[in-house]
């Protein structure tokens, strides 16, 4: 068992995502950095690919998954797990991806996914973008799907200035970025200023979140998120999306001071604000009794957030989208591509710096998800 360990930590990610134009995604994990794998090895039929007799596949490449890589688990710690005869494991989540950056792709991680968000009010989290040049999500590659749920399109304000820092500014923007003839419309879920507060249930630095007034309007949501870097996280995908995100300018001030100040975001320990990060999201998931599902887009992957209305060009090529129920494992799964990805080293520089992975490892501890994934390829 030790050398298939050895080799699922070398050989994990389909052959399809060559496609991406980046060659080095062979292995997940960093020496250097001496990072730990947290994917389950894919078949060659989860991946959409074939294999011949002599052991390459259709396309021509040579096969890099062990004929017996479905048989183990490789957990967050690098142990070895036992998978039941079924092929499942309740402690494993899936986290679906496509390299088909499109309407057409997105509908297709949506819907494996295989559940349906429940109610008759679905809210669409995103970020709106700060102008006049950042990264937010397209419109027009989200249109299809905020349709197919009949969602709202919803944001809060911010709370460092800018173009979105309040409600009639904010509107206007997401105007000027398409935003509010999708769906339903879009609505700014603290435009009054106002503030929902709920619980934190064992939080490792938060007894409670505020979030935008509006938030108990809606019976579920779907969290789109562009994946890029951030200069205070580190990284911004799901967790962020749905902590930061969703919190009201208070609660946003709350969560960056590890709950110490109501007014300021400024002045808080690193790994305070990352697990304040964690314990806003798990608040956020209680709350909608796990009625929410996460997307995180990973194109334009610049080191800097959409609030940056300038931010650096990517060095790193798109790679895909990627979708699962468990905004830790799809976050997981992101980085984890990012330090595979050519060209990585300012994304992994920020990473880094900051020390983001710990919010993936506070939210694993307070039971907001698993850092233990299976990536399945949704591509035929």
């Known amino acids: 068992m030790k050398k298939i360990v050895a080799l699922l930590l070398s050989f994990i990610l389909p052959l399809s995502l060559a496609a991406c134009g980046n060659s080095s995604f062979g292995t997940v994990g960093n020496a250097e950095t001496d990072r730990t794998s947290h994917n389950v090895a894919e078949s060659l039929s989860d991946s959409g690919q074939s294999e011949s007799a002599d052991g390459e596949s259709e ?26 005869a079924d092929g499942t494991d309740a402690n494993v989540s899936v986290v679906y991806m496509t390299t088909d950056i499109s309407p057409e792709g997105l509908m297709k991680v949506y819907e494996a996914l295989g559940v349906e968000l429940t109610g008759d009010n679905i809210a669409v989290k995103l970020s709106t973008g700060e102008p006049p040049a950042s990264n937010y999500l397209d419109p027009d590659l989200i249109r299809d799907l905020v349709e197919q749920v009949d969602g709202t399109i919803v944001e809060c304000n911010t709370a460092y200035g800018g173009s979105r820092s309040e409600t009639a500014m904010h509107y206007q923007v997401a105007e000027d970025h398409g935003f509010t003839d999708l769906g339903k419309g879009f609505l700014i879920m603290d435009e009054d200023g106002e503030s929902m507060i709920l619980p934190v249930e064992g939080g490792q630095q938060l007894s409670e979140n505020y979030v935008g007034a509006h938030f ?31 919190g009201s300018q208070e609660g946003k001030c709350l969560i960056h001071t590890a709950g110490n100040s109501h007014t300021s975001p400024w002045g808080g320990d690193q790994d305070a604000f990352l697990e304040s990060m964690a314990d806003a999201g798990k608040s956020v998931v209680d709350a909608l009794d796990g009625n929410i599902l996460f997307i995180n887009v990973m194109n334009r992957l610049s080191i800097d957030c959409d609030c940056d209305g300038n931010p650096s060009e990517p060095d790193i090529h798109d790679i895909g989208i990627l979708a699962s129920a ?33 919010v993936l490892e506070a939210g694993e501890a307070i039971g907001l998800g698993s850092r233990t994934y299976r990536l399945e390829n949704v591509d035929e």
């Open 326 to 358: 468990d905004p830790v494992a799809l976050d997981q799964a992101c980085v984890d591509l990012i330090y595979q990805a050519e060209g990585n080293e300012s994304f992994v520089r920020r990473m880094e710096g900051q020390h983001a992975e710990h």
């Open 216 to 246: 108990g309007d809606f019976d579920g949501f779907l969290v789109l998120s562009h994946f890029k870097g951030h200069a205070m996280a580190g990284f911004g995908g799901a967790i962020k999306n749905i902590s930061i995100g969703i």
């Open 59 to 84: 396309s021509g490449e040579s096969s890099q998954i062990p004929d017996d890589s479905a048989e183990t688990n490789v957990s967050a710690s690098g142990t070895e797990t036992d998978v039941p």
